[in-house]
């Protein structure tokens, strides 16, 4: 799945070639993914200008004329800058064709992710609205993290990724922070210090703001806007490391299933 840095990855790489631009054709070739696609969406948004693409947490925000456009990539989705006489792939679901001759397309296999419209306050959406502080801003505090963790039996790895406490701190990197501030993922979020949580702070926000600037994590099909791979994997300390050796004491890595996902970890370093 794409997770933060990938998807700021994308963002960046396309604001730069759509901001301030003109839909001219919206072309919508399937409207099943995770919600439907609007029906009236290729009606709606030709003539609108992009006058300013963000993010929050994994949605992208697309602030046009008259309201926003939200895009989840979901499991497997992408977005790719292309001329729009581009052969059509299979997957291929969704086209916005500007005027200067540029084609954002939206490709998903699994169909998990969402091209939405509103014309609400956008903050106040039902996806975003309940959205906890963006993990790279000043309101994401060891402070703030050991206080909504009092009495919680939830493992620190899972609570952490609960996008209501913190958007966008996906299994990767939760993984990679954690090992680095020498916490098993296990944990119970209750029995974390507030000074452990503070250097968890730290390395959440080091982790991802590396993995930022190399352009994401490659595993599997993951890559930005004009296809290039990310770089991140070749940093990774823990994840997907099982049965290799400690970069730190030189101990095999471990893992196991928590939450559903897959926990990688070092037995003598992380307590």
């Known amino acids: 799945m794409p997770e933060l840095p990938e998807v700021e990855t994308i963002r960046r790489g396309i604001a730069t070639h759509l901001e301030n631009q003109f839909i001219q054709t ?45 895009i989840h990539l979901g499991m497997s989705g992408n977005l790719r800058l292309l ?34 419209w509103t014309t609400e306050p956008i903050f106040n959406h039902p996806l975003l609205s309940n959205l906890g502080p963006e993990p790279l801003s000043s309101d994401f505090t060891g402070e703030y993290l050991h206080h909504l963790a009092h009495k919680r039996n939830v493992a620190v790895k899972n609570y952490i990724m609960d996008s209501h406490i913190v958007v966008g701190v996906g299994n990767i990197y939760a993984n990679e922070a954690l090992f680095l501030a020498g916490i098993h993922p296990a944990r119970p979020a209750g029995e974390v210090s507030r000074t452990r949580y503070q250097k968890l702070v730290t ?12 352009g994401g994590t490659t595993l599997r099909d993951f890559s ?21 050796a400690c970069v730190n004491c030189g101990n095999l890595i471990q893992v196991q299933r928590i939450g559903q996902r897959a926990s990688y970890f070092c037995k003598k370093c992380q307590r």
């Open 224 to 244: 930005d806007s004009t296809g290039q791979q990310g770089y991140f994997r070749q940093a990774l300390q823990v994840y997907g490391r099982a049965g290799e």
């Open 26 to 70: 919206v072309i919508v070739r399937e409207h099943r993914l995770r919600w439907p696609v609007p029906d009236h969406l290729a009606d709606i948004l030709p003539g609108q200008q992009v006058q300013r693409i963000v993010r929050r947490g994994k949605y992208l925000l697309f602030q046009c004329t008259t309201g926003h456009i939200l």
């Open 203 to 214: 390395h959440v926000k080091q982790v991802l703001t590396r993995a930022i600037a190399m």
């Open 83 to 116: 001329p729009p006489s581009t052969p059509v792939k299979k997957h291929d679901h969704l086209d916005l064709i500007f005027d200067h001759q540029r084609c954002l397309r939206y490709h998903d296999p699994r169909r998990f992710g969402s091209v939405l």
